[in-house]
């Protein structure tokens, strides 16, 4: 904090904005007048870059491509006591960002989720609703809480969750990792449904419904292997013992009946998937000490830093 005010910072990961984007600086200027406002370029093929500038944005750009790589960038590079991240398509009510940076600060919460809230029958296709209701169910089944609304790119972060967030997903799937990454460390969060309205004219989005859908459905199983790899290697080899004793049953009543062992390949096949079996849950135990060792640290670190609204300790 600067003279016990809040450093905030607006960020806007952009990508061929031109049509939107000196609205989203205008809006979030007249929201957050003390916030210094960044527009990420994402090598778009238009005018962002200079439309942004001249709205009065620090424009800066990240050549890699997807917005994954855009968040890591600048959760990095920037400085900041409080992250309004949102997109730069003119779809988010910056007129909630007072209230959810209140709600952050005044709770000491480390994320705070602009869930959507569409009147505007464009501005949120039925797939992307159908779909966010499926992974975020999802999500709460694999990690035991979730949120309303993964897949908002509305949120207001504490400086402590920007720098403790590895974020290594490259693209749309980095909601999804924002999310495990807040569920996995049990950080205070908090929602409020703020408005989404449809892009303005000559914006399109970027998001493809199929494409970015299996990557997002990818990014939750992958997660889920790492952050639960009992459930996950254990469940494998929960299925791999059933195969093995199903098909191992005809053969022990023919044992029991004859005392012969007629069919050799079959037996050995029952034995061998037993034994990859116990493999897969022996693997599962291990990887699961490792991965409470690493989250461990990650939530170490996470706690050196301080919480919205407290000063860094004296050293």
Do not use: W
């Given at each position: 904090m600067e003279d016990?005010?809040?450093?905030?910072?607006?960020?806007?990961?952009?990508?061929?904005?031109?049509?939107?984007?000196?609205?989203?600086?205008?809006?979030?200027?007249?929201?957050?007048?003390?916030?210094?406002?960044?527009?990420?370029?994402?090598?778009?093929?238009?005018?962002?870059?200079?439309?942004?500038?001249?709205?009065?944005?620090?424009?800066?750009?990240?050549?890699?491509?997807?917005?994954?790589?855009?968040?890591?960038?600048?959760?990095?590079?920037?400085?900041?006591?409080?992250?309004?991240?949102?997109?730069?398509?003119?779809?988010?009510?910056?007129?909630?960002?007072?209230?959810?940076?209140?709600?952050?600060?005044?709770?000491?919460?480390?994320?705070?989720?602009?869930?959507?809230?569409?009147?505007?029958?464009?501005?949120?296709?039925?797939?992307?609703?159908?779909?966010?209701?499926?992974?975020?169910?999802?999500?709460?089944?694999?990690?035991?809480?979730?949120?309303?609304?993964?897949?908002?790119?509305?949120?207001?972060f504490s400086r402590r969750f920007a720098k403790s967030f590895p974020a290594l997903s490259r693209g749309f799937e980095t909601e999804t990792e924002i999310s495990v990454h807040a569920l996995e460390l049990a950080m205070p969060v908090g929602e409020i449904v703020t408005a989404y309205g449809a892009r303005p004219e000559g914006s399109a989005s970027k998001l493809s419904t199929y494409r970015d859908g299996w990557r997002i459905m990818r990014t939750i199983l992958h997660l889920f292997r790492i952050e639960r790899p009992v459930l996950f290697y254990g469940g494998f080899g929960l299925f791999l013992a059933a195969v093995a004793i199903v098909i191992s049953i005809p053969l022990v009543i023919t044992f029991a009946q004859t005392g012969l062992v007629p069919r050799f390949p079959t037996a050995i096949l029952a034995t061998g998937l037993m034994i990859v079996a116990f493999m897969s849950f022996m693997c599962g135990l291990i990887l699961d000490t490792v991965v409470r060792g690493r989250r461990e640290v990650r939530r170490l670190h996470y706690l050196s830093l301080p919480a919205p609204g407290q000063a860094p300790p004296e050293r």
């Open positions: 016990g005010r809040l450093r905030i910072a607006v960020l806007l990961p952009c990508y061929n904005e031109e049509a939107a984007i000196s609205q989203t600086v205008a809006a979030f200027r007249a929201a957050l007048p003390g916030a210094l406002i960044y527009v990420y370029d994402n090598n778009s093929a238009d005018r962002t870059r200079e439309v942004a500038a001249e709205a009065g944005a620090i424009v800066r750009t990240e050549r890699m491509q997807g917005k994954g790589h855009v968040v890591r960038r600048m959760f990095a590079d920037v400085e900041a006591d409080v992250y309004v991240m949102a997109d730069g398509d003119a779809t988010y009510d910056a007129s909630a960002a007072p209230e959810l940076v209140r709600r952050l600060v005044e709770e000491q919460l480390d994320m705070v989720v602009g869930a959507r809230k569409s009147e505007v029958e464009e501005a949120y296709r039925r797939g992307h609703r159908l779909g966010n209701r499926l992974f975020t169910g999802l999500l709460a089944n694999l990690f035991g809480r979730s949120f309303s609304d993964i897949f908002s790119g509305y949120r207001v």
